[in-house]
């Protein structure tokens, strides 16, 4: 059965930083690519950014490219993103989610088959 358990989120000032760790378990991780997602109230789930199984390729929205950046441990089957930065409106529920797939597809929440329960990401001004 596959697990994503994130954790870190919390309350921050703009401008301040977090980092968000998923935890993954129940496959070969390595095997998957990892995307992180946000939701916040009232707007639709949207992409964050994703990352490559083998790390070497990333995506980014254009709303977090030069604050967030993903990255990947396969020894520890852990995906994690950076975010600097911050803004107010980052805040959001933070998701992470795994794909079989890699490709342009790898922005689109329907590409991914398995999601964690999410992380709150508070951002005060």
């Known amino acids: 059965q596959v697990q994503l358990v994130e954790s870190g989120g919390g309350l921050v000032q703009a401008g301040g930083s977090l980092r968000l760790s998923c935890a993954a378990s129940?496959?070969?991780?390595?095997?998957?690519?990892m995307g992180w997602f946000r939701q916040a109230p009232g707007k639709e789930r949207e992409f964050v950014a994703a990352?490559?199984?083998?790390?070497?390729?990333?995506y980014y929205a254009d709303s977090v490219k030069g604050r967030f950046t993903i990255s990947r441990d396969n020894a520890k089957n852990t995906v994690y993103v950076q975010m600097n930065s911050l803004k107010s409106e980052d805040a959001a529920v933070y998701y992470c989610?795994?794909?079989?797939?890699?490709?342009?597809?790898?922005?689109?929440?329907?590409?991914?088959?398995?999601w964690g329960q999410g992380t709150q990401v508070t951002v005060s001004s």
């Open positions: 989610a795994q794909s079989g797939i890699w490709g342009s597809d790898s922005t689109r929440s329907n590409s991914y088959d398995a």
């Open positions: 129940g496959r070969t991780f390595s095997s998957y690519a």
């Open positions: 990352i490559r199984w083998n790390t070497a390729i990333t």
